[in-house]
C-alpha cells in the first residue's frame, strides 16, 4: 500500500476515484472547492462546475438515478440552495450510490454565517457520515457509496474547515470499476406526486430504523463508529474535530464514544457507553445536536454548559472546558495590527466602487471577492445577504422606497454569482417593471475559491473551449432595454455611465468588464510613479484602498505617496483620485 500526506479535501477526491464513482458535478464554495478541483484530475470520471449547488444535486441525483455512482460537493451555504432537491431525493432513494459532501464553516472564515449542516440531515432524514481527518475522509467516501445503494438513499458526507483543509496520512488503494447499473422505469418509486410520497414517507422512516441499528452494530464493526475505554471517569461522546481535541486534550484521563455516524444517532450504543463511565461529556462544535439527543435518551449529560455555539474548537478550548487548564501559547508585548482582507492591486473591482463613490448611492452587494469593497476606506456596500440577493433584494428596496430611491440605488454582483443565482432576479424586475440598475462585475472567473472557471467565461473545469453566456444578450432577452458595457478603470466614463443609467425610468444592467488582475493570461502595465514635486500629501490616493499605496513622512514634515513596485500593476485608479497630477504611467 502506498500512503500519502494530503488534504482532507484531496482525500475525498481520492475516495471517490477508488469508490469507483463516475460523475461529479460541484459549485465552488470555501472550504469544498479543492474536493472537485482534484476530481478534475481523474480522466476516469466526469466532472464539471454547475451554474448552483441545486442544479450541481440535480445532476448528481439524475446521474445517480440512471445508475452510475455520482457525487457533488458544496459549503454549507451552498446545501442551503440544494435543500429543495436533497429532501425529496430522501423519498425517492437511488440506483447508483449518491453522496453529496458539505463543508461547514465554524469560525467563519469565509462565510456569511455559522450553520450546522446536521440539521439538514435530520429534516430531510438523510444519513450523514463525519470524518475527523484525511484517512477517514477517504474511507468514508468509499463507505458512504456501498451504504447509499445498500439503503437506497443520497448520503451527506459532513466536512469543516479544519478537516477539509488539514492533511494527514492516507492509504491509497486501486480504483473499483463499478460500471452503471441498469435503468428500470419506475413510476412510484421516481416519480414523487402526493400519492407515491405518502408511500415513500413510510419506507424513508423504516429505513431510518434500519439505519439506527447499523449505527449500533455493524458501523462499529466498520470503524465508523468506535468506544475507546481508558480511565472512565469521564467519558467523552464527540464527532468530527472535536473528538480530535478531545482526544489530545485528555488523553488517556478520558474514554472516548467517536461517532462517525452522525444521522441517525446510535441509541444502544450511546447507552451502553454512558452506563460504562461515572460522567459523560459531549464535545461538539456549533449546535448541541448529540447532546439533545442524549437527553431524549435519559442520559444526563454536559455539553453546552461547558461549551460555546459560537465559532471553531481548538485543542486549547476544549482542555479549558474539560479541565480548567490553560494550553501555553507564545505571548507579544506589542499589539499587532489587524490585516484584514483587501481587493488585490490592480483588482477591476477597486475601480468601480471608485467610480461610485462620492455619488451618495445605496449598494446592495452580493457574495465574491467584490464583498471586500464594504471596508473601509472605499466603504461602498450597504448590504449583503446571500447569492443573487442583491439584484433582487435592489428591487424589493426599490420598490417600498419609489422611483426617486432608485435613482440612487444600484445592486454590484459578479458574473459567477450572477450566473449561480442573479438571473431570475433579473426577470423579476423586468417581469413586474421595476426601475432598478444593477451592475455585474465581470472578471472572468469566479474569483474568491480560487479562479474556478465558470459559464460566463467559456472555459470547462479542465480549461477546455465551451460556449460562454453572452450577459448583454440575456439580459435584453429577459427584458432589459438598457445594457452597457464599461471599463471599470476608466472612471471618468463609468461614473457617467452609471448617472445616465440611474437617471433613466426603465431598468438598466451595466457590465463592468475586465478579467481579475490575478489570472495568468492578464498583461499588466509597468508600475505607476509619484512626481515628488507634485504630491503634497494630501492622501487622497489612499482612498482607493489599493496595498500597494502608502505614504512616508518627509524631512520637511509633509506627507509623500509611495508605490510599492512588488504590488502595483499600473491600473491607474490612484492616478484618477490625485488632483495634482502626481502619480503618472511608468515605463
Known amino acids: 500500500m502506498k500512503k500519502a500526506l494530503i488534504l482532507g479535501n484531496e482525500a475525498v477526491a481520492r475516495g471517490l476515484w477508488e469508490a469507483g464513482v463516475n460523475v461529479v458535478s460541484s459549485y465552488p464554495g470555501t472550504p469544498s472547492t479543492e474536493i472537485t478541483e482534484f476530481v478534475s484530475k481523474y480522466d476516469d470520471i466526469y466532472s464539471e462546475w454547475a451554474p448552483n449547488e441545486k442544479v450541481a444535486f440535480e445532476v448528481a441525483f439524475g446521474a445517480a438515478t440512471g445508475g452510475a455512482r455520482s457525487f457533488c460537493a458544496m459549503k454549507h451555504v451552498g446545501l442551503n440552495v440544494a435543500a429543495d432537491p436533497l429532501y425529496t431525493a430522501s423519498y425517492i432513494g437511488v440506483n447508483g450510490g449518491m453522496v453529496c459532501a458539505v463543508a461547514d464553516d465554524p469560525g467563519m472564515h469565509s462565510s456569511q454565517n455559522e450553520q450546522d449542516s446536521r440539521h439538514h440531515a435530520i429534516a430531510s432524514k438523510t444519513p450523514m457520515l463525519e470524518p475527523s481527518d484525511s484517512a477517514e475522509c477517504c474511507a468514508f467516501a468509499k463507505i458512504a457509496f456501498d451504504l447509499s445503494e445498500r439503503f437506497n438513499t443520497p448520503f451527506l458526507l459532513r466536512l469543516s474547515t479544519r478537516v477539509s483543509h488539514a492533511?494527514?496520512?492516507?492509504?491509497?488503494?486501486?480504483?473499483?470499476?463499478?460500471?452503471?447499473?441498469?435503468?428500470?422505469?419506475?413510476?412510484?418509486?421516481?416519480?414523487?406526486?402526493?400519492?407515491?410520497?405518502?408511500?415513500?414517507?413510510?419506507?424513508v422512516e423504516e429505513r431510518l430504523l434500519a439505519l439506527t441499528d447499523f449505527a449500533d452494530g455493524e458501523a462499529v464493526l466498520a470503524g465508523i463508529n468506535t468506544v475507546e475505554y481508558n480511565e472512565k471517569k469521564i467519558g467523552i461522546i464527540a464527532a468530527g474535530t472535536s473528538f480530535v481535541y478531545a482526544r489530545e486534550a485528555l488523553g488517556t484521563k478520558a474514554s472516548y464514544l467517536k461517532l462517525g455516524m452522525v444521522n441517525p444517532l446510535p441509541v444502544k450504543l450511546i447507552k451502553d457507553f454512558a452506563k460504562e463511565v461515572d460522567e459523560v461529556i459531549v464535545v461538539e462544535e456549533l449546535d448541541d445536536i448529540i447532546e439533545t439527543h442524549c437527553i431524549k435518551l435519559g442520559i444526563k449529560v454536559k455539553g453546552k454548559e461547558l461549551f460555546s455555539r459560537l465559532g471553531e474548537f481548538s485543542q486549547a478550548t476544549v482542555k479549558a472546558a474539560l479541565t480548567n487548564e490553560k494550553a501555553d501559547f507564545v505571548s507579544f508585548d506589542e499589539d499587532i495590527p489587524a490585516r484584514p482582507p483587501v481587493l488585490c492591486a490592480g483588482c477591476p473591482h477597486r475601480g468601480l466602487y471608485y467610480a461610485l463613490k462620492g455619488m451618495g448611492l445605496y449598494v446592495s452587494g452580493d457574495i465574491g471577492c467584490y464583498t471586500l469593497g464594504a471596508q473601509a476606506?472605499?466603504?461602498?456596500?450597504?448590504?449583503?445577504?446571500?447569492?443573487?440577493?442583491?439584484?433582487?433584494?435592489?428591487?424589493?428596496?426599490?420598490?417600498?422606497?419609489?422611483?426617486?430611491?432608485?435613482?440612487?440605488?444600484?445592486?454590484?454582483?459578479?458574473?459567477?454569482?450572477?450566473?449561480?443565482?442573479?438571473?431570475?432576479?433579473?426577470?423579476?424586475?423586468?417581469?413586474?417593471?421595476?426601475?432598478?440598475?444593477?451592475?455585474?462585475?465581470?472578471?472572468?472567473?469566479?474569483?474568491?475559491?480560487?479562479?474556478?472557471?465558470?459559464?460566463?467565461?467559456?472555459?470547462?473545469?479542465?480549461?477546455?473551449?465551451?460556449?460562454?453566456?453572452?450577459?448583454?444578450?440575456?439580459a435584453r432577452a429577459v427584458g432589459f432595454n438598457n445594457v452597457r458595457v464599461v471599463d471599470p478603470f476608466d472612471i471618468e466614463v463609468t461614473k457617467a455611465t452609471v448617472k445616465e443609467e440611474l437617471a433613466k425610468e426603465e431598468p438598466s444592467l451595466i457590465i463592468s468588464r475586465r478579467p481579475c488582475a490575478l489570472l495568468k493570461t492578464v498583461r499588466h502595465s509597468a508600475p505607476v510613479v509619484v512626481d515628488e514635486e507634485k504630491c503634497i500629501g494630501c492622501k487622497a490616493c489612499l482612498n482607493v484602498g489599493c496595498p500597494a499605496l502608502s505614504q512616508t513622512k518627509r524631512e520637511s514634515g509633509k506627507y509623500l505617496a509611495v508605490i510599492d513596485k512588488t504590488q502595483c500593476v499600473g491600473c491607474g485608479v490612484c492616478a484618477s483620485a490625485c488632483k495634482f497630477d502626481a502619480i503618472g504611467k511608468g515605463e
Open 167 to 203: 492533511r494527514s496520512l492516507v492509504e491509497l488503494c486501486d480504483r473499483k470499476e463499478i460500471g452503471v447499473k441498469e435503468y428500470k422505469k419506475d413510476v412510484m418509486k421516481n416519480v414523487m406526486m402526493p400519492a407515491m410520497a405518502r408511500g415513500a414517507h413510510v419506507r
Open 377 to 474: 476606506p472605499l466603504s461602498m456596500m450597504d448590504s449583503c445577504v446571500c447569492m443573487g440577493a442583491s439584484v433582487s433584494g435592489l428591487h424589493g428596496f426599490n420598490v417600498a422606497r419609489g422611483s426617486e430611491q432608485a435613482k440612487k440605488s444600484v445592486a454590484v454582483i459578479g458574473d459567477s454569482t450572477f450566473i449561480h443565482s442573479g438571473i431570475t432576479g433579473l426577470i423579476d424586475i423586468a417581469y413586474n417593471k421595476g426601475f432598478s440598475t444593477v451592475i455585474v462585475l465581470d472578471n472572468s472567473i469566479t474569483g474568491m475559491t480560487g479562479h474556478q472557471n465558470n459559464p460566463a467565461n467559456g472555459l470547462t473545469i479542465k480549461g477546455d473551449p465551451t460556449v460562454s453566456v453572452n450577459l448583454e444578450a440575456l
